[in-house]
């Protein structure tokens, strides 16, 4: 009977692991499934044990909870709420299950007790209905959405504390069940309150649920305002870049006449200064780079200035196509995004190690995006992913959002890799058709 129980054990968390591979999202890690089962049939020893033990049910329910929740903490890159939620929700349907799987035969069938635990002659017959009781709540739960939702450390808290009596007095009430009381009604009292107590708690985690729906929600919109607000910096930069362009263009005829009237007065020492404080004003102010491509000279050439006033070295190689999807602004978007983080990357270090290299090129019908800087080496990476390292996180962090956001929108790729001296971005657009046709311009500063 213990091996029947084990695999029971074992069912009931194959069930859990199933619902949470639709639920959250795995961790990259070799060999993911082969280590889930291996993870599976180790929990359901430690379940088996902890029946064995004679310990109180409760304890039985509660340690289930544990090692479903490390199981979600080890495998599976979410937020703590989602981790603890569907944790939870599992349980509770796990005590449903029970609920009816043993409260009907006994009350409604007059089936003994003692026939449905272990040992007993209906015990097969009754868990494999326990199983499938789970199997149909499961299957309703994976209709549910699979959106990310927030709590706060309080909500959090109370969910936790919430829960853990809730799932208290239903086990409670389950055993009760199984005792015989004088008074009929008792159990009628008790039976009702089992499920008054389960519509209460489960309209309380629909109620939270949808509380940090509407909390992921609501920053969602406010990272997309600010994030709307940094392209429209982005844009204002380039315009402001192109401004500055046209004006050079309206000085470059003053200093035209100016050297004119010089040599006409043949004043050849003044003449050679002029011409090398114009140069010296052009290098300093003025970048160009000329791809084929107007908005991408713009960002570029903007982004070359800021560096230039950053003390940062430059190298970068363009060779744009003009089959590239992306709009004006998803582009100013994606390249402003990657530089600005490479920008305030390199500002960390010292001026001597400021590098910053960049290229753009087709390969393979696709467009590659690729650019690389030294860094500090200090990361913050939660879940996998990188998170910003400033205080106020909404408003930063944004930047490898967006670029996520566009790369995806073009079914594109985006591969980051952090590591201890370098930081370094790779992203592949596919283009709309199989030419490669582009201009290329290639300079080192």
């Known amino acids: 009977m213990y091996l029947w129980e084990y695999t029971i054990n074992f069912l009931q968390f194959l069930l859990f692991g199933l619902l949470i591979n639709k639920k959250l999202e795995r961790k990259n890690i070799p060999y993911i499934f082969q280590l889930q089962f291996l993870a599976i049939l180790f929990a359901s020893g430690v379940l088996l044990i902890i029946n064995l033990s004679k310990m109180p049910p409760i304890f039985n329910t509660l340690g289930f909870l544990v090692l479903a929740f490390l199981f979600s903490m080890i495998f599976f890159n979410a937020l703590f709420t989602s981790q603890i939620f569907w944790s939870i929700a599992y349980v509770t349907i796990c005590i449903f299950s029970d609920a009816i799987n043993t409260i009907t035969p006994t009350k409604l069938l007059n089936i003994p007790i003692s026939e449905l635990l272990e040992g007993g002659s209906k015990r097969i017959t009754i868990t494999l209905v326990y199983i499938l009781l789970i199997s149909i709540f499961v299957v309703i739960l994976l209709c549910f959405t699979t959106k990310t939702f927030r709590l706060s450390f309080g909500e959090k808290i109370t969910l936790i504390f919430l829960s853990i009596l809730c799932i208290t007095i239903e086990e409670s009430i ?3 069940q199984t005792y015989d009381y ?3 009604n008792f159990h009628r009292i008790i039976f009702i309150l ?10 309380l985690l629909i109620l939270i649920y949808n509380l940090g729906l509407q909390r ?3 920053r969602e919109l406010m990272e997309l305002r600010i994030a709307s607000k940094l392209e429209q910096t982005q844009f204002e930069q380039m315009i402001g870049a192109t401004s500055e362009i046209r004006f050079m263009k309206h000085d470059i005829q003053n200093h035209l006449e100016a050297i004119k009237s010089l040599n006409s007065n043949s004043k050849s020492k003044e003449i050679d200064s002029y011409i090398n404080s114009l140069i010296h004003s ?6 160009i780079v000329s791809s084929g491509n107007v908005i991408l000279d713009s960002i570029i050439s903007n982004k070359l200035v800021l560096c230039k006033k950053e003390n940062i070295t430059t190298d970068y190689t363009l ?3 003009d089959d590239c999807p992306l709009s004006a602004t998803e582009l100013c978007s994606l390249i402003g995004n990657i530089f600005d983080n490479a920008i305030e990357a390199c500002k960390k270090i010292p001026v001597e190690n400021r590098r910053i290299d960049f290229c753009i090129k087709p390969y393979k019908n696709m467009l590659s995006f690729t650019i690389e800087n030294p860094t500090d080496g200090i990361y913050n990476i939660e879940n996998g992913i990188i998170q910003t390292t400033k205080k106020e996180s909404l408003a930063h962090g944004l930047g490898l959002k967006r670029i996520q956001s566009i790369v995806d ?7 980051i890799k952090p590591d201890t001296n370098s930081f370094k971005v790779s992203i592949m657009i596919p283009l709309v058709t199989s030419s490669q046709n582009s201009i290329g311009d ?4």
Do not use: Q
Not at 282 to 287: P, S
């Open 319 to 321: 060779h744009f196509s």
């Open 174 to 176: 389950v055993i009760s």
């Open 194 to 203: 089992f499920f008054l107590v389960m519509f209460l708690y489960l309209s």
């Open 216 to 218: 992921e929600k609501n």
């Open 182 to 184: 004088a008074n009929s």
């Open 442 to 445: 290639e300079n080192s500063k």
């Open 409 to 415: 929108t073009y079914n594109g790729f985006m591969e």
């Open 282 to 287: 052009i290098n300093n102010n003025y970048l």
